[in-house]
């Protein structure tokens, strides 16, 4: 086991993004900082501290310990682990702490496990508040008294919606919240016998309305006020002060939102009354493709489900008591999602599924009898494979520290976009084809996401983290990623265009795509008529492109008539029309963009190196 331990050593040491590591000198003695890192790890995704490795600036030297020293620190170590006085919690079992040999020395490896939610926080000495650590990046820090009683929260056997509210009662509650869940809950099970009940014993069997054996007190409590109270109720300072929900739809590159939902006092802007509103919107952002199932027209897709349980999602896990509010985001090809609050699994335990721990489960039972949400660790199985379903890129799942937030993005672009290919071949030249499709996916990947990640790649790729790892750095070495060196959470960006002294210039890119139906076979395919849609597109540009010069005027003209209907981009606009692809963004395309004569593919990221541009807006015949 400890020549497999030291070969992961090894690769921390080299790659160091695989995994949480910790590398302590502990020359002078066992090290003091030992335990905020240990506090720091159990508070997060957990890690490995390695005793008798120095880190000097990227460079890791495995300078080992002697015999005596391993002793003396594994006494220390199981001394400290087994003193509440020096640490709330031992997580560690026996075969979390190894030996492991080098040539003349050896190094003492500590596993550290992340701690359960019923666990946490992990503290140093007897107080928590001050004494607390978490992970960031390579560096641990100390947890704001806020942070340490969230944790503290989340601890509680009982669920935070489960709150008895003291002070609320049925008049908190917007009746019509109620009568509209009523029937959505009959459309969705039937005539289910809790539909006979009045409203307190629906709610109660609901989980909106609680009596405390223990205490006798019984009341409304935050999952009732949350799913159907009135807006002021539900921000009192005694409920949830920081309750914050909102849609925001950014489809029109001239206004900031095109439409948005949010507490702005029309509506009564509790969860239910959020959910009817917004999951319209959302649902028109899919494609509905006749179907026929059991002789009926089916409306919705795997895609819909997806889209639905990643919206049912961040409601239901999102910490009401944290800043920040659920914010969802729908752009023309993506979602994005995103809710206050840790997970309270580890985030290997989330990707892989089928581990259920929900912060509100009260509202995860009220969305459940709507026909909204999933209750046995499923959910994030069923937003990957609904979502693949379509031949979109794979989901991804982020979460965020300070402060405690967790994003979903459903990007609704194929695994690499013809465009984005050759807005490859633009950079790199025919280089790009000579590349595995390992390779391929991550440039891909890096072009149309801004950045790409280790972890990212996990989900896009059946390689192993250490292979994708060595490829990531390959990469970056040949030139083709920017690397920020950030270990475990190390992004990669494709470098400027003007820094990439191999990516060719207009002659390398007409070499590489001497013919477009040769070089963009895939594009030409994407087209309805295929190669007479090639043939109309050289028609349209042939004016410009038979002349060495032109009118601007006239070579406005022939853009918008290319972009009609389409997006194109710069460097396949240059091509049809035998000009220089940066002169022609500088020229013409940026100006026409200001002018609102030509829309971005992606109005959000408008330096993006696939970025492309239509003209005319909707019936775009280039598809996603």
């Not at 026929?292 to 961040?314: Q, S």
């Not at 039972?365 to 937003?383: N, P, Y």
């Not at 270990?487 to 990516?503: E, H, M, N």
């Not at 004569?597 to 990221?605: A, F, V």
């Amino acid at each position: 086991m400890s020549a497999e331990l030291l070969d992961r050593i090894l690769a921390a040491a080299r790659v160091g993004e695989n995994a949480d590591w910790e590398f302590k000198s502990a020359k002078g003695g066992f090290p003091g900082s030992f335990w905020e890192t240990y506090s720091a790890f159990a508070n997060t995704e957990g890690g490995a501290v390695v005793l008798g490795a120095s880190e000097d600036g990227r460079v890791v030297r495995l300078d080992g310990l002697a015999d005596a020293q391993i002793a003396d620190y594994k006494k220390i170590l199981w001394d400290g682990l087994n003193n509440r006085g020096k640490v709330s919690r031992n997580l560690l079992a026996a075969g979390d702490v190894e030996v492991v040999a080098l040539e003349n020395a050896r190094l003492l490896a500590v596993r550290v496990p992340r701690a359960a939610r019923v666990d946490r926080p992990v503290y140093i000495g007897p107080n928590p508040l001050r004494n607390t650590y978490r992970r960031h990046h390579e560096g641990d820090y100390r947890c704001a008294d806020e942070e340490v009683r969230r944790m503290l929260a989340d601890a509680d056997p009982l669920p935070a919606d489960q709150r008895i509210l003291t002070g609320f009662a049925l008049d908190d509650l917007d009746v019509a919240s109620l009568t509209q869940y009523r029937q959505r809950f009959r459309a969705s099970k039937g005539e289910h016998a809790w539909l006979s009940f009045e409203d307190k014993d629906l709610l109660e069997k609901l989980g909106g309305w609680r009596r405390d054996r223990t205490t006798g007190a019984e009341g409304l409590t935050l999952a009732g006020l949350l799913m159907f109270g009135k807006d002021r109720a539900i921000r009192d300072p005694e409920a949830a002060p920081a309750y914050f929900v909102d849609f925001r739809e950014k489809l029109d590159l001239a206004t900031r939102w095109s439409d948005r939902v949010y507490p702005d006092g029309t509506w009564e802007a509790n969860l239910f009354q959020f959910y009817q509103r917004v999951w319209p919107k959302l649902s028109a952002g899919l494609p509905t493709p006749f179907q026929l199932e059991g002789g009926m027209r089916r409306d919705e897709t795997p895609a819909h489900e997806a889209l639905r349980e990643a919206f049912v999602n961040a409601l239901i896990h999102a910490d009401y008591a944290a800043p920040g509010g659920v914010v969802l985001e729908r752009y023309h090809d993506r979602f994005v999602f995103e809710n206050p609050g840790t997970l309270l699994v580890s985030f290997e335990q989330f990707r892989r599924g089928g581990v259920s721990e929900c912060r509100n489960k009260s509202l995860q039972k009220m969305f459940l009898m709507i026909g909204g949400g999933e209750q046995a660790g499923s959910g994030v199985d069923k937003i990957r494979t609904g979502w693949i379903s379509r031949h979109w890129r794979t989901p991804f799942f982020r979460v965020q520290t300070q402060p405690d937030r967790m994003m979903v993005t459903l990007p609704m672009v194929s695994l690499i976009p013809v465009e984005t290919l050759a807005g490859l071949r633009e950079r790199f030249g025919a280089r790009i084809d000579a590349m595995s499709p390992a390779e391929v996916q991550a440039l891909a990947t890096a072009a149309i996401e801004v950045t790409v990640s280790n972890a990212r790649l996990q989900e896009l790729l059946k390689d192993h983290p250490v292979d994708i790892s060595s490829m990531l750095r390959r990469l970056c070495e040949q030139g083709y990623l920017i690397s920020d060196n950030r270990r475990r959470w190390t992004s990669y960006r494709l470098p400027s265009v003007g820094s990439i002294s191999s990516a060719g210039s207009l002659s390398d890119l007409a070499k590489s795509l001497p013919d477009l139906a040769k070089s963009l076979p895939d594009l030409a395919k994407s087209f309805p008529g295929a190669a007479g849609q090639q043939e109309l597109l050289r028609e349209i540009a042939a004016p410009i492109a038979a002349k060495g010069k032109s009118p601007s005027s006239e070579v406005r003209a022939v853009i918008l008539k290319l972009c009609e209907g389409r997006f194109l981009r710069a460097e396949i606009l240059s091509v049809l029309l035998k000009r220089n692809a940066k002169n022609l963004r500088q020229q013409y395309l940026a100006p026409l963009v200001r002018e609102g004569l030509l829309k971005l593919r992606y109005p959000e990221s408008p330096t993006r190196p696939d970025q492309a541009y239509t003209a005319g807006g909707g019936n775009m015949k280039v598809p996603n």
